[in-house]
């Protein structure tokens, strides 16, 4: 499993509703995000330790998950609970799914795939009320993504918007009326995901975002523009 030591952006907190789960990846891991039915989200390795099921395809039910191979059902620490073709078994400890830190802030998902998780405290700051917009993949490196950031004018602009680096991955992009906020993840040597968050959004600046982020994806994906960058 890649040892990410800091917090990695995974989802908007929004498209995760509870007692829904989605697969997602980090630097070509596969990693399952759920959450239970109490809104509480939940990070593991994607993968039912019996047949190696992702755990994505299953179903949540209360506070647990259930593979969809053969019903196998987890609580909120990872531990096998109960396995239907043996209901009367004690089932072993040792049946368990790693789990990774999880935490919300800024209306993005994060996560921590260390040994030793990591710091809530050390999540990076926005103030502001976020409001998210999308989540947009590109076939595109993160560094990049990144070095495109710095040079793309937002909606309504033709100059390139006031770029900040708020965290290795996190970014503010301001101008326009508008300040987006772009969380990056690294799924593998040539994708990049981007998840998005207006702060103190006025009125229409959403749907305003959404379409320009089609153009943005364009221009990631672009070879002149890779080429430049490089």
């Not at 697969?23 to 509480?40: C, F, H, M, N, Y």
């Not at 993005?108 to 502001?128: H, Q």
Request: proline share 7%; hydrophobic share 40%.
């Amino acid at each position: 499993m890649t040892d990410e030591r800091g917090w990695v952006p995974i989802a908007l907190s929004g498209t995760i509703e509870a007692s829904t789960s989605t697969g997602v990846i980090i630097g070509g891991e596969e990693i399952v995000v759920w959450r239970d039915s109490k809104g509480a989200a939940h990070v593991w390795e994607d993968r039912c330790p019996h047949r190696g099921m992702r755990m994505s395809f299953g179903f949540v039910r209360g506070d647990h998950i259930a593979c969809l191979y053969h019903g196998w059902q987890y609580d909120t620490g990872g531990q096998c609970q109960y396995i239907p073709a043996h209901p009367d078994l004690e089932v072993p400890k040792t049946i368990k799914i790693p789990t990774y830190a999880v935490a919300e802030k800024g209306g993005i998902i994060w996560t921590s795939l260390a040994a030793e998780g990591a710091d809530p405290a050390e999540l990076p700051d926005v103030a502001g009320s976020a409001t998210p917009v999308r989540s947009l993949y590109v076939d595109c490196p993160l560094d990049l993504a990144l070095g495109l950031l710095a040079r793309t004018a937002l909606p309504g602009e033709t100059e390139p918007a006031q770029c900040k680096t708020i965290s290795g991955n996190l970014v503010s992009l301001s101008g326009a009326g508008l300040r987006l906020i772009i969380a990056l993840q690294s799924i593998g040597p040539a994708k990049t995901g981007l998840h998005m968050v207006l702060i103190d959004a006025a009125p229409g600046s959403v749907a305003r975002v959404a379409k320009w982020a089609e153009g943005l994806r364009l221009s990631l994906e672009s070879q002149p523009a890779l080429a430049e960058v490089a």
